[in-house]
């Protein structure tokens, strides 16, 4: 651990024979994000990353790493490099330019999708840190880290930062059994994401036929679970390349029966009306399949599918809710930031830690025990609870907000400005 801990090939000699003169590279960030292509979350991790570190250090200029430019950006300071061998002497030459590498945030360092994810995060970060001697973990998501090999390869990674900052209390617990280094806790980025317009998020909204005349809203934002197997071939692959059997589908089904009994008494015994918000709708992933599955599963006609593909926009359609169901994080984490009500079904730890800074644990179900133990009747109290109370987390969602620009404000002054 300590030989991991003080050195990953320092090659300083080498950064500063190819690095450019230091006025031609000012204030230049790479940062190696999630999937910012189809996920919704992270992309509201690097919009939002991006965006509050301009306001901290105007004339800052970003680097990511991703298959598109289209993202609907309104930032003119972002390059987009590709992903793979493509990208990969564009990605060493942005490595070599920057002053610092942020990795993350968003939930990388975890193994519940493969046995391969954390050796390419460990291998990825050790081959960055031969070109840029300053990487930061940025609000990471860690864990779960189930498999030794798995922590081998986390302690790796964290060995290549300068600083570790890990989102959320059950992150903190994870990353402390991998790194003998000062951990802190930074929010997720996105509560901190500009918001988009209102009234084109209301128009949107009617558009679609959703009333806007003080009837309850309640958003859901469903994901197929239940397919991830012990396995080095990540799902994305399996899925597009047809790899191997994709399991699950039987307890999923049942998850899309339980969660429509639940929205149909919703709207029935409590006059709500449902807006489904998918949130990753990328082929493998294909929340909107699991959203119109589950329409297809409810007997109520109070009902629809809005599919909004950035994150500003989900945000401000977001906010005209009454509550947010999410069985994606990212929904739950920006409809909160607009003072919305929350419950999550979740699927692993980082609910339980996002929530627990909120005060509001006692508002998830565990989705195996949602199917298992058929908790419809559950569901339905928290969602009523819900649209009874105001959120009771406002103050402390200040307080995390906080938290996040304190932390930007460190990076800048140490590493940018």
Same mark, same amino acid.
């Given at each position: 651990?300590?030989?991991?801990?003080?050195?990953?090939?320092?090659?300083?000699?080498?950064?500063?024979?190819?690095?450019?003169?230091?006025?031609?590279?000012?204030?230049?960030?790479?940062?190696?994000?999630?999937?910012?292509?189809?996920?919704?979350?992270?992309?509201?991790?690097?919009?939002?990353?991006?965006?509050?570190?301009?306001?901290?250090?105007?004339?800052?200029?970003?680097?990511?790493?991703?298959?598109?430019?289209?993202?609907?950006?309104?930032?003119?300071?972002?390059?987009?490099?590709?992903?793979?061998?493509?990208?990969?002497?564009?990605?060493?030459?942005?490595?070599?330019?920057?002053?610092?590498?942020?990795?993350?945030?968003?939930?990388?360092?975890?193994?519940?999708?493969?046995?391969?994810?954390?050796?390419?995060?460990?291998?990825?970060?050790?081959?960055?840190?031969?070109?840029?001697?300053?990487?930061?973990?940025?609000?990471?998501?860690?864990?779960?880290?189930?498999?030794?090999?798995?922590?081998?390869?986390?302690?790796?990674?964290?060995?290549?930062?300068?600083?570790?900052?890990?989102?959320?209390?059950?992150?903190?617990?994870?990353?402390?059994?991998?790194?003998?280094?000062?951990?802190?806790?930074?929010?997720?980025?996105?509560?901190?994401?500009?918001?988009?317009?209102?009234?084109?998020?209301?128009?949107?909204?009617?558009?679609?036929?959703?009333?806007?005349?003080?009837?309850?809203?309640?958003?859901?934002?469903?994901?197929?679970?239940?397919?991830?197997?012990?396995?080095?071939?990540?799902?994305?692959?399996?899925?597009?390349?047809?790899?191997?059997?994709?399991?699950?589908?039987?307890?999923?089904?049942?998850?899309?029966?339980?969660?429509?009994?639940?929205?149909?008494?919703?709207?029935?015994?409590?006059?709500?009306?449902?807006?489904?918000?998918?949130?990753?709708?990328?082929?493998?992933?294909?929340? =909107?399949?699991?959203? +119109? %599955?589950?329409?297809?599963?409810? /007997? *109520?006609?109070?009902?629809?599918? $809005?599919?909004?593909?950035? @994150?500003?926009?989900?945000?401000?359609?977001?906010?005209?809710?009454?509550?947010?169901?999410?069985?994606?994080?990212?929904?739950?984490?920006?409809?909160?930031?607009?003072?919305?009500?929350?419950?999550?079904?979740?699927?692993?730890?980082?609910?339980?830690?996002?929530?627990?800074?909120?005060?509001?644990?006692?508002?998830?179900?565990?989705?195996? =025990?949602?199917?298992? +133990? %058929?908790?419809?009747?559950?569901? /339905? *109290?928290?969602?009523?609870?819900? $649209?009874?109370?105001?959120? @009771?987390?406002?103050?402390?969602?200040?307080?995390?907000?906080?938290?996040?620009?304190?932390?930007?404000?460190?990076?800048?002054?140490?590493?940018?400005?």
């Amino acid at each position: 651990m300590q030989v991991w801990e003080k050195h990953v090939f320092p090659l300083e000699g080498l950064r500063a024979r190819i690095r450019p003169p230091v006025d031609e590279m000012a204030k230049k960030v790479l940062i190696l994000t999630g999937d910012i292509d189809g996920n919704l979350g992270d992309n509201a991790i690097a919009w939002s990353t991006c965006e509050n570190l301009t306001a901290a250090a105007p004339g800052v200029s970003f680097t990511l790493v991703s298959d598109t430019d289209s993202f609907g950006w309104d930032l003119k300071n972002v390059t987009i490099i590709p992903r793979g061998i493509k990208g990969l002497f564009q990605l060493v030459r942005k490595a070599v330019e920057s002053d610092v590498v942020l990795c993350g945030g968003g939930g990388l360092f975890q193994d519940d999708d493969s046995r391969i994810k954390m050796p390419y995060w460990a291998l990825r970060l050790e081959f960055v840190r031969l070109f840029c001697g300053k990487i930061v973990g940025y609000s990471l998501g860690v864990g779960p880290l189930r498999r030794p090999s798995s922590r081998l390869f986390a302690r790796m990674s964290f060995a290549c930062m300068e600083r570790v900052s890990v989102r959320d209390p059950e992150a903190m617990k994870t990353a402390r059994a991998t790194t003998g280094k000062r951990i802190s806790i930074v929010p997720d980025p996105a509560l901190i994401l500009g918001n988009g317009s209102r009234p084109q998020a209301r128009s949107i909204l009617e558009t679609h036929g959703v009333p806007m005349d003080g009837t309850p809203l309640i958003g859901v934002a469903a994901r197929k679970w239940f397919h991830h197997v012990d396995s080095f071939i990540p799902h994305m692959y399996a899925a597009k390349y047809h790899l191997r059997k994709i399991p699950g589908r039987e307890k999923c089904q049942a998850f899309s029966r339980l969660l429509a009994r639940a929205l149909d008494r919703m709207a029935t015994e409590h006059g709500a009306f449902i807006v489904f918000m998918p949130s990753y709708n990328s082929s493998h992933e294909a929340d =909107d399949q699991m959203c +119109r %599955e589950t329409m297809e599963n409810m /007997v *109520s006609g109070d009902k629809r599918l $809005l599919c909004v593909d950035t @994150p500003k926009m989900y945000k401000a359609v977001a906010g005209h809710l009454d509550v947010m169901l999410g069985a994606r994080m990212h929904p739950a984490i920006l409809a909160a930031s607009e003072g919305i009500g929350i419950v999550g079904i979740s699927y692993n730890q980082k609910f339980k830690g996002f929530f627990q800074m909120l005060g509001i644990q006692d508002r998830l179900i565990d989705v195996r =025990d949602f199917v298992d +133990r %058929e908790m419809v009747d559950e569901l /339905v *109290s928290l969602l009523v609870t819900s $649209l009874k109370e105001e959120p @009771p987390y406002l103050n402390r969602m200040n307080q995390m907000r906080r938290e996040i620009h304190e932390f930007n404000r460190s990076i800048v002054q140490e590493y940018i400005k």
